[in-house]
């Protein structure tokens, strides 16, 4: 069982920036691949980017078009931690932000909310024009 606890959401204008958070409890979640999601009021959760465990130290990142150039995930293993850093953000990144982890290895896949696993309980984030 692996629980998922975000933080670092809020309120800023438009070309400012956050960092959201994203502390991992229970398993090991090193070669986890964690996702980061968002659902603005009325729509459906879209995919936001994916990290996935690549051998080693190493993972490699995937972004939806539309936060590429702005948004850049990372992850701490030792403090079982992924981040999302989110520059020049916009009125239209407003949602609610949720990570997310899954066993499967494929970056191709894990850009469906579906095939997670665990999710956390989601962190606001408003941008104002």
């Known amino acids: 069982q692996v629980q998922l606890v975000e933080s670092g959401g809020g309120w800023v204008q438009a070309g400012g920036s956050l960092r959201l958070s994203c502390a991992a409890s229970?398993?090991?979640?090193?070669?986890?691949?964690m996702g980061w999601f968002r659902q603005a009021p009325g729509k459906e959760r879209d995919f936001v980017s994916v990290?996935?465990?690549?051998?080693?130290?190493?993972?490699?990142?995937d972004y939806a078009d539309s936060v590429k150039g702005r948004f850049t995930a990372s992850r701490d293993d030792a403090k079982n931690t992924v981040y999302l850093q989110m520059n020049s953000l916009e009125p239209e990144d407003t949602a609610v932000y949720y990570c997310?982890?899954?066993?499967?290895?494929?970056?191709?896949?894990?850009?469906?909310?579906?095939?997670?696993?665990?999710w956390g309980q989601g962190t606001q984030v408003t941008v104002s024009s």
């Open positions: 990290t996935t465990w690549a051998g080693g130290n190493t993972y490699s990142a």
């Open positions: 997310a982890a899954t066993d499967l290895r494929s970056a191709a896949q894990a850009m469906t909310s579906r095939v997670y696993n665990y």
């Open positions: 229970g398993r090991t979640f090193r070669t986890y691949t």
